[in-house]
């Protein structure tokens, strides 16, 4: 069944092409022509849970404390990657972060 719902998730998800080029044109809106890749990824629409579709940038405007409760469940319950990928260089870049 979870297995099901994931599907479902990946599916309503937009490819990362088209959320980086939604964050470009946002950024500029706001009035920064070349935002770097760290400014950019405040642009970056929420792609699940109640404010999808918003960015991360009015989110932080608008609901600091919903920004508070899921930054805190990236801090104490990171993401577990499965045994097979955990030692895959390739994985870094999707969980590196600090954060996470």
């Not at 470009?24 to 792609?47: E, K």
């Not at 990236?74 to 994985?91: A, E, F, V």
Request: proline letters at 9%; a positive charge; glycine letters at 8%.
């Amino acid at each position: 069944m979870r297995a099901a719902n994931d599907n479902k998730l990946l599916n309503r998800c937009m490819p990362p092409e088209v959320v980086r080029r939604d964050a470009v044109g946002a950024a500029v809106r706001a009035g920064l022509p070349n935002p770097d890749n760290f400014t950019l990824l405040g642009f970056y629409p929420m792609q699940i849970g109640k404010y999808r579709g918003q960015t991360f940038h009015w989110l932080m405007e608008n609901d600091m404390g919903y920004v508070e409760v899921r930054v805190s469940q990236l801090w104490y319950h990171p993401p577990q990657l499965h045994r097979q990928t955990s030692g895959l260089p390739s994985m870094n870049r999707y969980f590196g972060h600090p954060l996470l």
